[in-house]
């Protein structure tokens, strides 16, 4: 069974930094897609993905302040927030795709204090 962890949320102030870990049970290189999806109050809505070759794709109101990358030695995926704003509070949830299947980590709460 695919286990996703997430670490790396908390609190941190508006214009500050976070970083996202995603650690996952398996070869990453395993999955279609790994990415992130953010719940605030409301829908789950992609953030960030990545596919297996390295094409990334990103919400256009993170775009230009996140990043999504991988390290394939520790099977982790990452998301890089910069300059924080307020509405990036929410949970944060890694998924990974494969062959049909979906796999979520259990989220990890990010808030943003203004």
């Known amino acids: 069974q695919v286990q996703l962890v997430e670490s790396g949320g908390g609190l941190v102030q508006a214009g500050g930094s976070l970083r996202l870990s995603c650690a996952a049970s398996?070869?990453?290189?395993?999955?279609?897609?790994m990415g992130w999806y953010r719940q605030a109050p409301g829908s789950r809505e992609l953030a960030a993905r990545m596919?297996?070759?390295?094409?990334?794709n990103y919400a256009d109101s993170a775009k230009a302040r996140f990043t999504i990358s991988k390290d394939g030695s520790k099977n982790t995926v990452y998301r890089q927030m910069n300059v924080m704003k307020s509405e990036d509070t929410a949970v944060y949830y890694c998924?990974?795709?494969?062959?049909?299947?979906?796999?979520w980590g259990q989220g990890t709460q990010v808030t943003v204090s203004s």
């Open positions: 998924k990974a795709n494969k062959i049909s299947r979906n796999y």
């Open positions: 398996e070869n990453i290189f395993n999955f279609n897609t």
């Open positions: 596919n297996v070759g390295g094409v990334t």
